[in-house]
């Protein structure tokens, strides 16, 4: 009981030197994922919300690995609004159907805590303007190398 973190390493990716892992920091219950955490996927994916009985279940907000940001409501371990929607810890499905947020606009890189209940990421306000580095890449690359800065962010 408590707040605390439970990291699992998963088997090497054939091609890879580093194992996955994903993990898990926020409030257990009886050994159970149940209150506040947050939750890394070994892809790059990143759950941050309510938990109930190790289950998605409440408030939250889901960051794909692409960058897409999906805020809203969870019921047993899946988005309400889209109940058949499944995310494992390695792969990621089709998005088209789900209504998501991009991460950024065109060079602007936004944190800002929201009143919708779910704390931000990066805690306090920032704000990062990065066109003039962006300017230097061929436009084609622009939109990786902005996807890229706000991963790191």
Do not use: C
């Amino acid at each position: 009981n408590g707040h605390g973190t439970h990291t699992w390493f998963l088997k090497r990716v054939p091609g890879s030197q580093y194992s996955l892992r994903n993990e898990y920091v926020g409030n257990f219950v009886n050994g159970q994922r149940h209150g506040h955490g947050q939750y890394f996927y070994a892809n790059g994916a990143m759950y941050d919300g309510d938990w109930q009985n190790n289950k998605k279940h409440g408030m939250g907000k889901f960051v794909f690995k692409n960058g897409r940001i999906y805020v809203g409501e969870f019921a047993n371990d899946q988005i309400s609004e889209y109940p058949n929607f499944k995310y494992d810890r390695v792969n990621t499905p089709d998005l088209s159907g789900i209504r998501t947020q991009s991460p950024g606009g065109a060079g602007i890189l936004n944190s800002t805590p929201t009143n919708s209940g779910i704390p931000s990421l990066a805690g306090s306000y920032i704000e990062l303007d990065i066109t003039s580095l962006l300017n230097t890449f061929p436009e084609n690359e622009r939109s990786e190398e902005l996807k890229q800065v706000d991963y790191y962010l």
